[in-house]
């Protein structure tokens, strides 16, 4: 058997040696098995070699399509109150099934009314351990929507957190010493849970700096 005067693929890749062949004759099938499994490796090598380079640029395209949703502060807080709609609307079925839950075990129960639950009426006691299911389910749902939310968010979860920390870090240096707290000057929005855009968060600034101001010396706050 005779192989016509070829190159092995992939000439001119610089990490795989080329095999010519001339016009010799293969004598034996282990001759022929042996060029076989090195043009077998050769192709091997090559697609191996392109496999990081594609799936680095799949992860870098990723990392910057996760970037291009938080440009902006406005965005980040659009997404931040997206976020707390996920909170309060999980917050009321899940207290509903917090009570559901309770009175469903209740009614299962034997009532003695002449037994004592913890010294108080039965009755009593079993009512509020119904509310406090509900209150309990209540307080649950917004570890429901919060995970509901990073489920249905995932490319935007990291981001919003690095914002979340540096939001945090803004309103730590900004904000009114809480020594100069008062009955008559409280201070405003201490948390910051009412800004929902960069004009709210400069209306707090300004809140900030008149309640110092009112506080060290004295005058109007102006809301």
Excluded at 42 to 67: E, Y
Excluded at 74 to 99: E, M, N
Aim: glycine share 8%; aromatic share 10%; proline share 4%.
């Amino acid at each position: 058997m005779s192989f016509p005067n070829e190159e092995a693929a992939f000439l001119g890749h610089p990490n795989v040696y080329v095999i010519t062949f001339g016009m010799n004759k293969v004598e034996s099938q282990s001759e022929r098995a042996l060029i076989h499994t090195m043009l077998t490796i050769q192709r091997v090598l090559v697609r191996a070699q392109h496999v990081p380079v594609r799936c680095f640029a799949t992860s870098a395209s990723r990392s910057t399509d996760a970037q291009e949703h938080l440009k902006t502060w406005d965005d980040y807080f659009k997404l931040r109150s997206k976020r707390r709609t996920y909170d309060r609307l999980f917050q009321i079925p899940s207290g509903v099934a917090g009570l559901l839950g309770g009175g469903a075990y209740v009614s299962q129960l034997e009532v003695d009314p002449t037994q004592l639950v913890f010294g108080q009426d039965p009755l009593l006691m079993y009512a509020l351990g119904i509310l406090g299911c509900g209150f309990g389910g209540f307080l649950v749902g917004p570890v429901i929507g919060g995970t509901m939310f990073k489920l249905l968010n995932r490319d935007k979860v990291r981001q919003l957190e690095e914002r979340d920390k540096a939001f945090y870090e803004h309103l730590v240096r900004n904000r009114a010493d809480a020594r100069l707290n008062s009955i008559r000057n409280p201070v405003p929005d201490y948390y910051g849970e009412k800004i929902n855009s960069v004009r709210d968060y400069r209306a707090w600034l300004r809140k900030q700096r008149e309640h110092t101001r009112k506080g060290t010396f004295g005058g109007a706050f102006e809301e």
